[in-house]
């Protein structure tokens, strides 16, 4: 009898210990995992309670702060999200959905991605929740400071709802990354989601997730399209840091038209017009944007040389995050010289993001140094003390300071001489900033020329850069007419100059 009842005490005393020790590793080791739990319904209950820290758009100098998400209190008590610049910063914000039928935390964007902080269950919040218990004081989550500008993000928004088509545009301080605007368009009204009747959330969701214009895509940093014409600029970059071409006055073969190498296909330049003599400059081949220059060159640097110059502009990264997951911009491998004579001039399978457009201007504008793009300025606790603060850090150098030199000669040509593609829109005759910039109208397998994807990638001023722009048109046609005009405004709003 005595040895059976040691053993079931030994037994009872195992259990006992290793559920103090589960419970100590749960209180202790997983306390902030829990919490993010998706269907932890406590948490649930918590968080309606607890106030959420704000999202701000805190980019213009001098000027007031912008609050684009924040948590009001509604009847029982409970909080809920509110965006009051809604479809505007919808891509930047996402949304937070407690109710949504995607999951109990449905979150999206920022909230998201910096949900630790607004929930204030970040472990660099543990003191000033320390402080609460003694106040009494419910839980309230930290401020998330943004680097967009209010006035870029306006204006690039406006621009792409006059515009009316499937776009997206990005803008960059180019010597930090900061990320100056982020506008999708078709967007959405993240009020949609934040209703406590979860019947009405569903509601909204269904609408939203059926709809064919798909509006909950981020067309900025999760769709991907052709770069047409503006893949020259990585195209002449290959060139110049292999040695193919030395500067931006050394001359290249361009007939006016071009057999693919090992194909029966023939390519032309826009409308089957001349480039120049034959043996242009390539300042002048890429201000007129001559095809046949830059596919023949492609074939010349060759394959892994454009290859990797994609890679070093950012291309085939699929682990970007800004914190936003951006997805990634794509340039194949190839062997094929008549694939890689396409691709030389941004098309075969090239895809791009708006983001990437702007990125490839942003580190030409730098002096050929790429500054890794980043969308939170700081984090600040409800007493506003910084929790944290952005240190703007190098992504790539792709290029040299000297070969920027000649992109950007090159891009201001595109602009300020009268035979360049965005004379017209970006020129002398539109503004009086001085914009460097490319023109791309990028075929997407519909042939029809009005439904071409249009494309624009600048910096501005082009003699002390503060601003890049990328900008995609979905079926907007000539890259001068329709995306041009839209990183113009951008432009002047952020300069303050029209």
């Not at 002449?236 to 190498?261: C, D, E, H, M, W």
């Not at 506003?384 to 950007?408: D, E, F, K, M, R």
Request: with cysteine; charged share 15%; glycine share 8%.
């Amino acid at each position: 009898m005595n040895r059976a009842i040691r053993r079931l005490s030994i037994a009872s005393l195992v259990l006992f210990v290793l559920l103090m020790v589960n419970v100590n590793y749960l209180q202790v080791f997983r306390v902030n995992s829990l919490a993010s739990e998706p269907y932890n319904s406590r948490i649930f209950s918590e968080q309606l309670k607890n106030q959420r820290g704000e999202i701000i758009a805190a980019g213009d100098s001098g000027q007031p702060d912008l609050v684009i998400a924040k948590s009001k209190q509604v009847k029982g008590g409970f909080y809920k999200r509110v965006y009051p610049a809604g479809r505007e910063y919808a891509p930047v914000t996402g949304y937070d959905s407690i109710l949504a039928t995607t999951s109990p935390f449905g979150q999206t964007g920022i909230e998201k991605a910096e949900n630790k902080y607004l929930t204030g269950t970040a472990p660099s919040l543990a003191v000033y929740n320390l402080k609460g218990l003694f106040t009494g004081k419910p839980k309230q989550g930290a401020s998330v400071y943004l680097t967009i500008s209010p006035k870029a993000q306006a204006a690039a928004y406006s621009a792409l709802v006059t515009m009316g088509k499937p776009a997206a545009a990005v803008a960059i301080d180019p010597r930090t990354g900061a990320i100056l605007a982020m506008v999708s368009y078709p967007s959405f009204n993240p009020n949609a989601y934040t209703p406590i009747n979860s019947g009405k959330v569903a509601k909204n969701d269904k609408r939203l997730r059926s709809d064919p214009a798909d509006p909950l895509l981020n067309r900025a940093i999760n769709d991907t399209f052709p770069p047409g014409s503006t893949f020259k600029l990585i195209t002449s970059s290959a060139a110049f840091k292999t040695g193919k071409v030395a500067n931006q006055s050394s001359t290249i073969s361009a007939p006016q038209f071009y057999r693919l190498p090992g194909s029966h296909s023939t390519l032309a330049n826009d409308a089957g017009a001349p480039c120049g003599n034959g043996n242009p400059t390539i300042l002048f081949a890429l201000t007129v944007s001559c095809n046949t220059a830059f596919a023949k060159l492609g074939v010349t640097v060759g394959g892994d040389p454009l290859h990797s110059m994609a890679a070093a502009y950012g291309f085939n990264n699929p682990n970007l995050t800004i914190p936003l997951p951006v997805s990634a911009s794509a340039y194949p491998a190839l062997t094929d010289r008549a694939q890689i004579a396409l691709s030389a001039i941004g098309q075969f399978n090239d895809t791009e993001t708006p983001l990437q457009e702007a990125m490839v201007a942003a580190a030409i504008a730098n002096g050929g140094t790429m500054m890794r793009p980043y969308l939170v300025a700081q984090i600040k606790a409800p007493d506003q003390s910084v929790v944290q603060s952005a240190q703007p850090a190098v992504y790539a150098n792709p290029i040299s300071a000297a070969q920027a030199g000649y992109l950007t000669d090159m891009m201001k040509s595109v602009t300020q001489d009268p035979n360049g593609t965005a004379y017209a829109t970006a020129g002398p005759p539109a503004t009086s900033i001085l914009i460097a910039g490319k023109t791309g109208t990028a075929q997407n397998g519909v042939n029809n020329s009005h439904l071409d994807d249009a494309v624009f990638t600048c910096f501005a001023p082009a003699d002390n850069p503060k601003i890049a722009v990328g900008v995609i048109v979905k079926g907007g046609g000539f890259g001068a007419d329709a995306a041009a005009p839209i990183a113009l405004k951008i432009i002047q709003a952020y300069l303050g100059l029209h």
